[in-house]
């Protein structure tokens, strides 16, 4: 009897091992669906930095990218975006980070890229330093013309109306003279010159 007793139990912890080693094999398996759920409800490093090697992975293959965890569970998914652009915009400094990391990927997704762009370059007011701080670690990705949006892209409430354009330009250009930082003083130069130029434009 006692050794029946014996076989049910190793019987029974034998299957629960096997249940518990293929939950766990799951979870592995499926772990990167949720690291931007994950992120989103709490903002914290380890969060930020398994987000920021998913970022990382889509930059390396921009022809795959849209097969990724970070298309699929932020870009594409409209509840998701839409709380993490909040964060942008509340000036939480891991959700900048991200957002400044993956805004290549946005370059062809019109509404998506307008959006971070605007919300990005909110920051020049609110903290220049860190905002080229970022820009200087993804300054081979945000160049030209998307680097000139960054700066100068003002939203529906600033369409012609030339005036409102170069206050907020002036305010713009103003605030980033306030850096000192000597490792951001290039990046620096560079965008006050694109905004000088922008403001010449609407004189």
Do not use: H
């Amino acid at each position: 009897m006692r050794e029946n007793r014996k076989y049910k139990f190793a019987s029974l912890s034998i299957f629960s091992l096997i249940i518990i080693f293929l939950n766990l094999t799951v979870e592995l398996s499926y772990g990167e669906i949720n690291v931007w759920t994950s992120f989103l409800k709490n903002t914290s490093m380890e969060n930020y930095i398994l987000c920021r090697d998913e970022v990382i992975l889509s930059l390396e293959d921009l022809n795959e990218w849209q097969g990724s965890p970070t298309y699929k569970n932020l870009l594409s998914n409209d509840e998701n975006f839409g709380e993490f652009i909040r964060m942008v915009r509340k000036g939480n400094r891991y959700s900048i980070a991200l957002a400044f990391e993956l805004y290549p990927l946005t370059y062809k997704m019109g509404a998506r890229n307008e959006k971070l762009t605007i919300s990005l370059g909110g920051l020049i007011l609110v903290d220049p330093e860190f905002f080229l701080q970022n820009l200087e670690k993804q300054k081979q990705f945000i160049t030209g013309n998307y680097l000139n949006s960054l700066l100068a892209m003002y939203g529906d409430a600033y369409v012609d109306r030339n005036e409102k354009k170069k206050d907020l330009t002036n305010k713009r250009i103003e605030s980033l003279r306030k850096v000192d930082n000597p490792n951001l003083q290039e990046i620096k130069i560079k965008c006050i010159n694109i905004l000088e130029n922008y403001m010449s434009k609407l004189l």
